[in-house]
């Protein structure tokens, strides 16, 4: 699923919801060595092309609901551009539900973004 608002701002907030089902339960190691390895990562830098110029990016965890077994919330984008995209990863048994939000880097977007998350794994019911 994708939603993007119109008229949003810029830049105009977009949302996309997947969903993986595997036959074993999704590891929680996953989700450990993530949280781990963000405060590893908090700065780096990237290009949308080869010879394009870095461009520095700042990883950091949001607030998220706890939803499912385990949840993993974090922005990653440039503060000075007020351009980032949130991610939150929920894992649920079997399930791994993710939601991935172009948005503003200064924009508060946990409630919006558990919503939708568990509104997903509902209608796994």
Same mark, same amino acid.
């Not at 810029?10 to 907030?13: F, G, S, V």
């Not at 440039?78 to 551009?81: P, S, V």
């Given at each position: 699923m994708r939603y993007a608002q119109k008229n949003g701002g810029? @830049?105009? @907030?977009q949302l996309s919801v997947a969903i993986w089902t595997f036959d074993e339960p999704y590891p929680?190691? +996953? +989700? !450990?060595?993530?949280g781990a390895s963000l405060a590893e990562c908090a700065k780096f830098t990237s290009r949308t092309a080869p010879d394009a110029n870095d461009i520095e990016q700042t990883a950091q965890h949001i607030g998220s609901p706890v939803i499912g077994d385990q949840t993993f919330a974090v922005r990653i984008g440039?503060?000075?551009?007020d351009i980032a995209? !949130?991610?939150i990863w929920v894992?649920? *048994?079997h399930n791994l539900i993710s939601a991935r939000m172009i948005t503003g880097f200064r924009a508060n977007n946990e409630e919006?973004? *558990?919503k939708f998350v568990t509104e997903a794994l509902e209608d796994l019911k």
């Open positions: 810029t @830049p105009t @907030p929680q190691r +996953f +989700f !450990d060595e993530a440039n503060e000075e551009t995209v !949130d991610y894992r649920s *048994g919006r973004l *558990g």
